[in-house]
């Protein structure tokens, strides 16, 4: 039995958003959601919880580890709390939204981890993200990357770099050389942590031909800045047509960022095998100077509608949005009218003026007074030449 002392204890990684950081997190969503829709993008509200097969079903089995189970005691069946939205996003396009031509989908809402996904991170973030469906070209994730920055930059980051990938370049070596399933995950898995000397001898072990073997040696050190691209183009003259379009592809994005967010920093990174199993080709992070880890993460899943019977081209990205309050350091300004406390029909009617013109006031209780600095107002309504006044409290 828990000690009442106890009582009010949250598990590690949760915590309550209190009045204060609870506005400003709501004022930052309405401010994401009305620019995510200002550039077409409909809002959908997928369900805390689904069906475990649904939920994992296909690219979504990477987040087994993430999700709570749960035992459904109307049908029996297993379900789990949603640790992600992306794959409710892909079975709404599947089967509620079939749009034949693009479709743009924005989102924010709570999500539930079994575990943090890092050092401080929390286990119930506010998730907010956009994603693009039915459009394969590279444009699309030009559109996702800029509307994820445009988004980044609303919050207030400053001092953005974003880590641009593609797990295309090294899928298409190991299907050159036809290595097994083991064999390539021990290959991720090594490049994964970037560790240089394993690489050069582990490779020759895992991957035979080695002619393949030769071209993914320099892997592991072709990152930097976008330089990178044409040291990889000169490194691989002869490498497969994908590896020749994943080049191509990086290179669109940088030119076009470098024309719409020039003060983001670019750093590239050819081994970056983030989402491997999940992603299909270009994949891309933000990070911000102060913040421990990316700030925002996504990419192209070309497959994730596949398991659902409609697999479509689809790209985009994901937030916490609570990560972003860190982002505007301006201390909350009190704003409101604190009114006296009363019936009387004019200061009914003023306070009522003022609700509906957008005004936040708050009414005293008899008995009960409170001062204006703990109800978070500026102003007060004064009864003044016959009638109700909105004045400046002077502290």
């Avoid at 709570?68 to 949603?82: A, C, E, P, Y």
């Amino acid at each position: 039995m828990v000690k009442p002392v106890d009582a009010w204890l949250l598990p590690d990684g949760v915590a309550d958003v209190l009045p204060a950081e609870a506005a400003r997190l709501e004022s930052l969503r309405r401010r994401l959601l009305d620019r995510f829709s200002s550039w077409g993008y409909a809002l959908v509200f997928p369900p805390l919880m689904e069906y475990l097969d649904s939920l994992l079903t296909g690219s979504g089995s990477d987040l087994d580890d993430l999700t709570f189970k749960i035992t459904d005691q109307l049908s029996g069946r297993m379900m789990g709390v949603r640790a992600d939205m992306t794959t409710q996003v892909a079975r709404l396009d599947a089967h509620c939204l079939p749009v034949q031509g693009p479709a743009r989908y924005c989102y924010a809402g709570t999500i539930l981890q079994a575990r943090p996904t890092g050092l401080s991170a929390s286990r119930c973030p506010v998730q907010i993200g956009a994603e693009l469906y039915g459009h394969a070209g590279v444009e699309s994730d030009i559109e996702v990357i800029r509307l994820m920055l445009d988004g980044l930059l609303l919050a207030g980051a400053k001092n953005i770099t974003l880590d641009l990938g593609h797990v295309g370049i090294f899928r298409t070596f190991v299907q050159a050389a036809s290595v097994s399933s083991l064999a390539e995950c021990q290959l991720q898995a090594i490049l994964s942590r970037k560790s240089l000397p394993e690489w050069r001898e582990q490779l020759a072990a895992l991957v035979p031909q080695t002619d393949i073997a030769q071209a993914l040696m320099p892997l592991p050190s072709l990152s930097g800045d976008v330089s990178v691209l044409s040291r990889a183009a000169r490194a691989w003259p002869s490498a497969p047509q994908a590896v020749a379009d994943a080049l191509a592809d990086m290179q669109a994005v940088v030119s076009a960022l470098h024309l719409s967010h020039p003060q983001v920093n670019i750093y590239v990174d050819l081994g970056e095998l983030r989402g491997y199993h999940y992603h299909t080709g270009l994949v891309f992070a933000a990070y911000v100077a102060g913040q421990r880890s990316e700030v925002a993460k996504g990419g192209r899943y070309d497959h994730v509608g596949e398991a659902f019977g409609r697999a479509r081209p689809a790209t985009g990205f994901s937030a916490d949005l609570k990560q972003w309050l860190d982002f505007d350091h301006q201390p909350a300004v009190a704003r409101g009218i604190l009114a006296p406390a009363g019936e009387a029909a004019a200061l009914l009617q003023a306070i009522t003026d003022a609700r509906a013109d957008g005004q936040r006031v708050v009414q005293q209780l008899p008995g009960a007074p409170v001062s204006a600095a703990e109800v978070g107002c500026d102003r007060e309504f004064l009864f003044e030449d016959g009638r109700w006044q909105v004045r400046t409290i002077v502290s």
